[in-house]
């Protein structure tokens, strides 16, 4: 019995390790970030056409931009993926060339349990499971913006998810503001909006189709 | 006694015998996962047909799949095992209470093993199904996530899971078929006095200890085989009472 087993295992892990060759060449969801130097002095405006944004405040002072769909063009395989450019003028960072060239993803995983550990992390990021949009893009968010969060600003973009920010003013198809600092003179312009948790001041407007408020702190500072 | 030339045949006989008792369970969930790979390239390939215009995401394959299927599966297995009439029809001559427990470690050891090694096995069926995939679709995107390194990695981390989950099903069985009343009260006691906050803070610190995030790969072996250790002391204390029954 230990024997079969041993045989089981060694034929088991030998079949495994061999597959792994004709996975491919490894891929990266992400490419590298874009890093923004912004300064203090003014707000940070953020003009992302029709993509969907993941904005995160952090204690850092620069911006940091990165995509969370497919970027990859290893040379070996055709990976058209979504294409983009980032345009920068002072705190002025906008969107250019954006488009997505495929449709559709089919990406090998490792074992589950890894993205306990942190070296292992990124493999089961972002997708998961087989999903279907009938959308332009794959999921709704297609940038995830790092922004220093005491800097007020200015946002227009497809869909717009901002937490731990201070806002000035978003302009989107769809917002949902978590933990954020809405600032005197906040606009908002577009269909939907939620907005939970966060400390609002009474000079702000909503101009919205439609307004959604849970767990705000209303201020007059 | 532990090296007893008997006591070695038992065990021998004993765990020969459960592991036959599994064969048909591995052949069962091997086959339905092999052929998941297959149904998932089949509705992949007909969805691109009927909704060219979609945009379709495809992950958590075999490797994922495989090892919460086998996860489920044994965890169910162990925890069903320990029931009276299982645990009667094992308790013939000539084995005893230390021969059960033993055996019972050795065979989940042993069944672990054959789930992440089969899961290992099956990760071609995968590939081959995303290659014929990528052959018949220009536009489809195949992206690689499998290293050895974490292929590697990965199979020792799912080995200590699924033994650690069948370990306390094993554990919890052991306890509820023979007290089935005062378990469940006791069950459902704990998970009301989460509420209470030091406790609640009692049972994340307990969580933390094993599923902490961002841990070393040697700490957190460390900590899962002394849980299954625990795991499976803490039922022996109860097969030592059943003894006396039997």
Known sequence: MIKKLAIFFVLGISIGLLAILATGPQGSFNSEPDKVAVSKDSNIVLDFADAGVKIEGWDKDFVQISALAPTVDNGKQNYQGLKYKIATDKNNISLTEYSMAYSTIYSFQSWMPLSQFEKYKDQSRDVHGLSISMSNAPGDYSFLINVPKDIPLEITAGFIKASGCTLFYTKAERTVLKDSNIIKGFISEGDIIEVKDCTINSDSSFNNKSLEMKGNKLTNE | MLFNENYKRSLTAFTTDILRGFRKVFMVVFAILAALPVVNAIAIASLKKWQPQAIILSSNGMLGIGFFTMLITLSISFFVSTSNSEILTQFVWPINRKVYAVGNFLVMSACALISVSGVSALLPVEVLSARILKAAFDDLILVNNITFENFLVGFWISFCYIMLFSSFSYCLGMYFFRHKIITTVLLILLANL?????????????????????????????????????????????????EVRL
Do not use: C, D
Not at chain 2, 210 to 232: N, P, R, Y
């Open chain 2, 194 to 242: 989460s509420a209470v906050p030091a406790i609640g803070s009692f049972y994340n610190a307990i969580y933390a200890f094993i599923f902490e995030e961002g841990t070393s790969i040697m700490l957190f072996s460390v900590k899962v085989w002394f849980a299954i250790l625990l795991l499976h002391i803490l039922p022996y204390i109860q097969l030592r009472r059943m």
